[in-house]
Each structure stands twice: as C-alpha cells, then as structure tokens.
C-alpha cells in the first residue's frame, strides 16, 4: 500500500473483507424464526373477505352465516372497524398538488380494487375461518372499471371517487433550457420513442403478514410484522388507533424478502392491529401467494413518450420527455404513489451532461391493486428511457454506443455539479465505471463475436447503461414530506462485563446481510473480534430510533451510526485504561479486545478485566471518572439530498428469430457503492438486482383483463427468472468514497435493478436491428418480440 493509511487502513480492520455472514448457519440449518412460526395462547387467525370485482358498491353484507361456524370468535365488516381505526391519507407535504382521498383498512361503502377487503373472519384456525369467510354475503354493484392510465384521463372516463373532477392524482412539470429550439438547431439529429413498462411485483420467499398481541392490562400492544420500517409502523399505529407511541410496540425478527413490498401500510395488518385491541386477543394473518398477488404493491404501469436530440458532433443537447404513471384507486401510505413518477423525473438522463431537460409527469388513479415504491424506484424507467434514447441515436447516426457515452457523460473531475433536472451530485465516476466496463466484458471481442454470428445468421445484440441509483436520502427527502419517516439511524454500542461488544441498530435485516456489515464497523472500529460482536436490530423496545431499512441507506447511514457509536464507546474505553494503567489515552489501543500500547502494540489490560473493573469494582476509579461503557449516536446525511450511487452495465443476448425467445449470455457490472464494508455481500447484492431486473425486462408481468381482474395470481401464471434464466454475472468497482460520512459508504442495494432492463432492452434492440426492428415495451415477451420483427 503507498501513501498515508486512512483512518479505515488499521490493524484488525474487518472494513473491506469478505467476512462470512453470522446468521448463515442458523438460517441454513433452518433455525430462522419467521413469523408464521409465531404462536401466542388465545391466538385467533384472521382471514379477508376480498372484492372479486374491481369496482363496486358494497350494498349489503350478510355475516350471521359465517358467525355460526364452529371454531368463529368474530366478524367484522370494514363500517365496524372504522369505528376503532381511523383512515389515513397518502400524500405528501412537498410533492405540492398530490391529492388522494381517506382510505379505510377495510373498504366501506366502496371497492376499489379486486382483492380489497371487505370483511374480515376470525377464528381459531386459519381452515376454520376459511370455512366461514366462503359464507360471508356480499351484495355488490358493479361499476365500470377504469384500468388503463392513459384512457382514465379522458374527459368522459368514469370517476373512480365521487367529488373529483378527473383521474389525475398528480402532475410535476420539469422544463430547463430551451428543448424546442435546442431540437430545431441545425445538425441535430432527433429520436422518438414510446416506452411501455408493464405491472410486476416482489415475490418474496416470505409472504405479508402479522401477528399482534394487545395486552390490555398494561395497554399495550406488540406487533410483530414481516417488514422493514418498525419506528414507522409504530407512528402509523399509534395515530389510526388511538394510542401513545410508547404503548405501541413494533418487532420486526427474521425477514424472507422485502424488495420495498414490506415498507408500506397495508389495510389488512392495520386491520389486525385493530382486531386485536378490539377483542383483547393475539390476531395472526399471513397472506397466502395468491392474496399476495392481489394485494402487495405493484411496481413500474408507466408509458413514456420521449425524445433525445444530439447535434452533428454527437453531443446530447436535450431530452422531452411525458410519463403517465397508473396507481390504482388511492396514492400508497405513507411514503406515496408518486414517488416513482418524481423519481423517473428527477434521474432521466441524470449522467450525462446536457443543457436542456423538458419532462412532464403525471399520476392517475385507476382500478388496480395500488403501485408504489418497489426496488429501484422509478430507476428502470429512467435509465431505460434515456439510455434507450442514446443507443437508438447511435444507431440513427452511425455511431459506436461506447464512444457516444465517452463523449456525454459528466468527467469524473466535474463534481460537484447537478444534473439537468437539479439534483445535486457529487464523488461519482462515470468515465472510470464505463472503461472499466469496456475492459471487463472485453468489447471488442464481442463485437467481432456478433459479426461473426450475424453472418451465421444469429441475432445476436450488446446493450449497456450507465447509471446512478439514489441511496442515502437525507432530510429532506421525508423528513420534511409530512409523513412518520425518519431519514437518520441510530445506533448503540455496549462493552459487556465479559469483553463483548452487543450493538443495536434502527436499520434492519431483510436477508441482505446488514447485521453483517453492523458487526464489521463496530469490530472495525472498537477493536474486538468480529465473533465478539452481537447484534440486535428490528424491535422498536430496545434499538435506537431510526428509519429502518428503504432506499439502499443501511450501509450508508446505519453504518455510519454505528461507526459513530463504536468511536464513542472506544474513547470511553480508553480514558477508563488511561486511569487505570496511569497513561494517557492518546498513546493507547484496542485490539483483539486487549487495550494496548498503541505503538508497539504490547498488551496492557484485556477488556474483560477493564470493564469488570467498572461494573464490579469501581471504587478502584478515579472519583471524577463516571464510565458507561455505552454510547448512542444517530446519523443523518446533512449535505446533499442524496448520496448517489454510480455504474455501468452490460449484458450480450441472443434472440431466437422463430421463437422470439431472448437468451441472455452473459452480465456484466461495474459498481460504485463509494467504501465497499462487505465485498462479498455486495456483489451478491449486485447479482441479486440484476436477476430481479431480468424478471421485469423478459418475464414478470401483472396482467389484468377488461373487467380489472388480476389473470396472473399464481406462481403458474406469473413468470420469474429461475435458475436457468440466470447468467453468469461478474462484478467488478470503483471505489470513490462519499465526502459526506466518515465511513465513505454509499448504497449498493438497487442498482442491478435499475439498470439491468435498460442493458436488455438496448441488447435486444441492437440484436433486431439488421432486420430493421426494434422494441419498446417490457417484459419483452416472445409474443412481443415477434411482433417487432413482423413475424406475428
């Protein structure tokens, strides 16, 4: 190494190692306590009586059937629960204009989608409520569905709330520059393009559910949730139950999968918070995969019109761009439906250097199960739009796609800067990613690959992007929105009279390995083994208060708490030894849980005997010195909105010219996540977004029919990339650190997600364009890509 070594290049650093996850073997022999292994004495299991139509009148609900069932402790119409549980609104102080009605845990009066629920059975087995949720008796009238976004803005399209004047949710307007003249000036080449994003949602291996337990002799009640947020759970509870905060309790444990499809408010587990305090008894839902498909968010239903201009040097002089996004029937609470449409508006063409940017964004209500935000919100729209635009100019002038990006995008000496929507970037490398790229996948190599098959007659095609994802918000991204979502994280730090370091944290594990990389800071930076370090996160009783785990900030923010606390706690430490060993602090270590002579490394006390000192024999201290051997910190990013991640992507597929069948070859990815803490983890962070950005691109899509109902709600219906769909991906960095921690560390969470369906839709674009074909809509089917090539 040369150089001066950084406050992270130590001895025992565990920042930077593949260090194996501690949970892997408890997970792996099957010992992970999921919530469906949860059982409470007096438990009662709830099951949703859902609206088969899409939109109806609830005219009358008959229950004196299913009550009669044996094993049947209540049922409750969504009027009844009312009564207990307000409704909530999703909006946002500062999306301005975002309009969404009250929306109930249980529909009253109205459905708004099929799969709603309307009524809720509870008994003392879930077959048992089964039985008598198929006897409940609801007298519906039907009306007419609105389902297509662009048709629910028409004048005489039906109203999906009665009192508004039209479908619109909301509409944000963008216009920097001059993008008409720009288009008009001599020399400057114009594409257009339609882009269609269909509906596709998160299959997580773990389902949505519950379990809630009101205590009514303390009053106070504990849910436990399959999820990411439990500070935000717990506001929400409080406020639409009627309680304190500090009576509410939220645990979120062992977690199968959460995408971001577990980081909203979904009516039946508020529902059954309800219940519970309602009957003074534990309440247990666990959605099966089909209400699963009916019911957790959608992601994506966008349709984009856009167009990208380069003058004769093939320099990008803009984009104008129109986004119509489809929601369903209400705006998603807390965090919003729009969200998605801001973020396609605020990250088109977010990497390149361009004077004038024109976009229009509009949200609108429709009869479907609610969109919102889902991994990599809004970035595969974004990436996909304009760097589909850009490879679609390529081919428009002749030139080599890499070269085009050579030219257009920011210098990695440029920063800071903003883009040409206003974000603020800083510490990014687009032209290091990109070459790195270009060296990784071997290029040109796989140019002279697809000549050769192409005279074979083989269709063969190599799409790239370039990227940045959005992680580490700050403040001012919700935490001035009106909504109970902190942007700062805390954490906690305790020496144990043993020499064990026990942390806790406001982020949480979802499967991603963030205990992991919470162990490797706090290890890292107080000096113990990583075996020493136990951590704990997910229960809102007993960790710092925090955001939880959203937007690829676990690492960024989480982390940096932590190495905050860890500090803190060492430097405790230490005065405590500098008394006892009658030195000063400054010229001491710890290390391998022994403090030591920091420059010879001689051992001097192990902390064991430092802190027993402290618990048990404190009168051997200094009368002034009054150690806690404990310290909180909590971290927010104060500097930017954001912390933007960066990286480019590629990937080289082959269409079959009969089937329409797309097989990708190989994946290739070069991430800056600025510090990586766990290389190891994020590479299979990076691997396991590509894969999930595969699925939209070429196979999962939420199909629906005329009438709004759902014809993909089964693992038979709706594809998702298996084994034999995956490529084999290589991974390789960049590392520029984050000026705004100490820590350097940025999100590496979604980026494979938002960038992997804008490399497919350019590869299979490039493999159609001897035949003069190409393709704008996603998945890109076999029906779809046949269709392109004029072959159906």
């Known amino acids: 190494m040369t150089g001066p070594l950084s406050e992270l290049d130590r001895p025992n650093s565990y920042i930077g190692r593949a260090v194996p996850r501690a949970d892997a073997a408890r997970l792996l022999a099957g010992r992970g306590k999921y919530l469906d292994d949860i059982r409470l004495p007096r438990m009662l299991h709830a099951v949703f009586v859902r609206s088969p139509h899409a939109h109806a009148r609830i005219k009358a609900i008959d229950t004196e059937a299913a009550r009669a069932m044996p094993g049947v402790a209540a049922v409750y119409t969504g009027a009844e629960i009312a009564e207990h549980c307000t409704p909530w609104v999703g909006v946002l102080s500062h999306l301005a204009g975002l309009r969404s009605p009250p929306q109930h845990s249980v529909a009253v009066d109205v459905a708004r989608w099929q799969g709603e629920p309307v009524a809720v059975v509870l008994a003392r087995s879930r077959a048992e409520a089964e039985d008598a949720a198929d006897l409940v008796d609801v007298d519906y009238e039907e009306l007419p569905p609105v389902l297509d976004a662009e048709a629910a803005l028409e004048p005489d399209s039906p109203r999906i709330h009665e009192g508004y004047d039209s479908n619109l949710a909301w509409e944000r307007k963008v216009d920097v520059g001059d993008i008409d003249t720009a288009f008009a000036a001599p020399g400057v080449t114009v594409v257009e393009r339609t882009f269609r994003f269909g509906r596709h949602t998160g299959v997580t291996l773990e389902a949505r559910g519950t379990v809630c337990d009101y205590d009514p002799g303390e009053g106070v009640l504990t849910?436990?949730?399959?999820?990411?947020?439990?500070?935000?759970?717990?506001?929400?509870?409080?406020?639409?139950?009627?309680?304190?905060?500090?009576?509410?309790?939220?645990?979120?444990?062992?977690?199968g999968g959460s995408f971001g499809i577990k980081v909203h408010t979904y009516g039946d587990e508020i529902a059954c918070a309800a219940l519970s305090k309602m009957l003074e008894r534990p309440v247990k839902f666990v959605a099966d995969r089909q209400e699963s498909f009916l019911t957790d968010i959608h992601a994506r239903d966008h349709v984009v019109k856009a167009r990208m201009g380069v003058d004769a040097e093939g320099r990008i002089v803009g984009i104008d761009m129109d986004d119509i996004t489809g929601i369903g029937p209400y705006s998603m609470y807390p965090r919003t439906s729009a969200i998605e449409c801001n973020q396609v508006l605020n990250l088109t063409g977010a990497p390149y250097m361009m004077e004038n940017y024109r976009a229009r964004g509009r949200v609108v209500f429709q009869n479907k199960t609610l969109m919102c935000q889902y991994r990599a919100v809004g970035h595969p729209i974004a990436m996909a739009v304009c760097d589909g635009l850009l490879e679609d100019v390529a081919r428009a002038t002749g030139r080599d796609p890499v070269e085009l990006r050579r030219l257009n995008l920011m210098p990695d000496d440029g920063y800071p800067r903003a883009s040409a929507s206003g974000m603020k970037l800083a510490d990014l490398s687009h032209q290091k990613t990109l070459e790195k790229l270009v060296e990784l996948m071997d290029y040109d190599a796989l140019r002279r690959d697809q000549e050769e098959a192409r005279a074979?007659?083989?269709?063969?095609?190599?799409?790239?992007?370039?990227?940045?994802?959005?992680?580490?918000?700050?403040?001012?991204?919700?935490?001035?929105?009106?909504?109970?979502?902190?942007?700062?994280?805390?954490?906690?730090?305790?020496?144990?009279?043993?020499?064990?370091?026990?942390?806790?944290?406001?982020?949480?594990?979802?499967?991603?390995?963030?205990?992991?990389?919470?162990?490797?800071?706090?290890?890292?930076?107080?000096?113990?083994?990583?075996?020493?370090?136990?951590?704990?996160?997910?229960?809102?009783?007993?960790?710092?208060?925090?955001?939880?785990?959203?937007?690829?900030?676990?690492?960024?923010?989480?982390?940096?708490?932590?190495?905050?606390?860890?500090?803190?706690?060492?430097?405790?430490?230490?005065?405590?030894?500098?008394?006892?060993?009658?030195?000063?602090?400054?010229?001491?270590?710890?290390?391998?849980?022994?403090?030591?002579?920091?420059?010879?490394?001689?051992?001097?006390?192990?902390?064991?005997?430092?802190?027993?000192?402290?618990?048990?024999?404190?009168?051997?201290?200094?009368?002034?010195?009054?150690?806690?051997?404990?310290?909180?910190?909590?971290?927010?990013?104060?500097?930017?909105?954001?912390?933007?991640?960066?990286?480019a992507m590629a990937t080289h597929v082959e269409v079959d010219a009969e089937t329409g069948f797309v097989k990708v070859l190989g994946f290739w990815v070069v991430e800056d996540c600025g510090t990586v803490i766990n290389p190891m983890l994020v590479d299979e962070q990076v691997r396991g977004g590509v894969v999930q950005g595969i699925g939209g691109a070429l196979y999962e899509e939420c199909l629906y029919d005329e009438e709004g109902q759902l014809l993909t709600a089964t693992m038979a219906d709706y594809l998702v990339p298996m084994a034999a769909e995956m490529p084999d991906i290589e991974v390789a960095h960049v590392e520029t650190p984050t000026s705004t921690s100490v820590l350097g560390a940025k999100g590496a969470g979604e980026a494979g997600t938002g960038g992997a369906p804008a490399a497919l839709l350019n590869a299979v674009n490039d493999a159609l364009a001897p035949l003069g074909a190409s393709i704008w809509q996603q998945p890109m089917t076999p029906e779809r890509v046949l269709r392109a090539m004029g072959r159906l």
Not at 226 to 245: F, K, N, T, Y
């Open 456 to 647: 074979r007659g083989v269709l063969r095609g190599i799409g790239l992007c370039s990227m940045v994802e959005v992680t580490n918000p700050s403040p001012a991204f919700y935490g001035i929105g009106g909504a109970p979502i902190a942007s700062q994280d805390g954490a906690t730090c305790r020496l144990d009279a043993g020499g064990a370091l026990h942390v806790s944290s406001s982020v949480t594990e979802q499967g991603q390995g963030t205990n992991a990389i919470l162990a490797q800071i706090a290890a890292d930076r107080f000096g113990v083994p990583i075996e020493r370090v136990k951590v704990t996160t997910g229960d809102t009783a007993t960790v710092p208060y925090g955001g939880g785990t959203w937007a690829s900030r676990g690492a960024g923010i989480g982390g940096e708490a932590m190495l905050l606390a860890a500090d803190a706690l060492k430097h405790q430490v230490l005065e405590v030894a500098a008394a006892l060993l009658q030195a000063e602090a400054g010229v001491l270590d710890i290390r391998n849980g022994t403090v030591v002579d920091a420059t010879t490394g001689a051992e001097r006390i192990a902390l064991s005997d430092l802190a027993r000192t402290v618990y048990y024999r404190g009168n051997e201290l200094p009368p002034d010195l009054k150690p806690e051997l404990i310290a909180t910190r909590h971290y927010r990013v104060t500097d930017f909105p954001f912390v933007f991640t960066n990286g």
């Open 223 to 255: 849910m436990h949730y399959s999820g990411q947020a439990p500070h935000m759970l717990q506001v929400i509870l409080s406020r639409h139950l009627g309680m304190a905060e500090e009576n509410v309790r939220v645990v979120s444990g062992d977690v």
